[in-house]
């Protein structure tokens, strides 16, 4: 019976480390389904080939929590299969049949506890405090992810010249929204001094030697930074407008909206 004992025990464990990879992956900035997926592929060593995973092997963070996973994975279940077949070994028909039980009952009692909402709210909050205390670094995001900057976006610094499109106008005048770039601060020159303005509303005004934050599709922030003011810069605002209605309908048809 002890070799029974002990491979539910590896396969206790096994699954605890899998959960807390999971939670130190969301803590990353993965979603809980992407990175409950991760970390059980990881710690299996197989399936660890979905687009997602692209974003685990270029973020120094988790690529440490996958290595991790992979060298206890391959520990355990080369464990949990070597007890496992020991259990089995040299013993009596009736025996066998015995510990068949035994297993079956300990493998679905497992299964009942890891499945109760009730147990993995209470693991996912002790997991989360732990890792809070002893591993910090887990909460440095990948902004590059979470602003898409791998999928044709970008952020970009635009300083203002006195003959480009941008100068002496409103946010509001402007209309960049509407060419699907979003306008996160402008850096200004104040008696001396630089000031940031973050987040600008509408009657915000550029003014020459501003320098701009904007997030949008690159090309687009390309083409902003050499807009000059006058009928072709107005003719250019235009031709983007329109640009960007047909990508966001892309966009939307490729995420399945409205479908």
Request: hydrophobic letters at 45%.
């Amino acid at each position: 019976m002890i070799p029974i004992i002990t491979f539910l025990l590896v396969v206790l464990v096994s699954a605890i480390i899998v959960r807390i990879g999971a939670v130190a992956l969301e803590m990353t900035g993965l979603s809980k389904d992407v990175a409950a997926f991760q970390a059980q592929s990881a710690f299996s060593g197989v399936g660890f080939t979905t687009s997602e995973s692209e974003y685990v092997v270029s973020h120094p963070v988790r690529r440490k929590i996958i290595r991790i996973l992979m060298l206890l994975g391959s520990a355990g279940i080369t464990s949990a299969i070597a007890t496992l077949v020991l259990s089995f070994t040299g013993i009596t028909r009736e025996q066998a049949s015995y510990r068949i039980v035994v297993l079956i009952v300990g493998l679905f009692a497992l299964y009942l506890f890891f499945r109760s909402k009730y147990i993995e709210r209470l693991m996912r909050k002790a997991i989360r405090r732990i890792l809070k205390r002893f591993a910090p670094s887990l909460r440095v995001l990948d902004y590059s992810q979470l602003l898409g900057i791998t999928r044709g976006y970008s952020i970009a610094q635009i300083k203002v010249k006195k003959t480009s499109w941008l100068a002496n106008r409103s946010l509001k005048e402007l209309q960049l929204d509407k060419e699907g770039i979003l306008v996160l601060g402008i850096y200004r020159k104040v008696e001396g001094r630089e000031v940031y303005l973050g987040a600008p509303h509408g009657d915000t005004v550029i003014l020459p030697g501003d320098v701009v934050v904007l997030y949008g599709p690159e090309e687009v922030l390309t083409s902003l930074s050499k807009r000059m003011r006058g009928v072709k810069g107005e003719r250019e605002h235009e031709e983007a407008i329109k640009m960007a209605e047909v990508r966001r309908m892309q966009e939307e048809k490729e995420a399945g909206v409205g479908v």
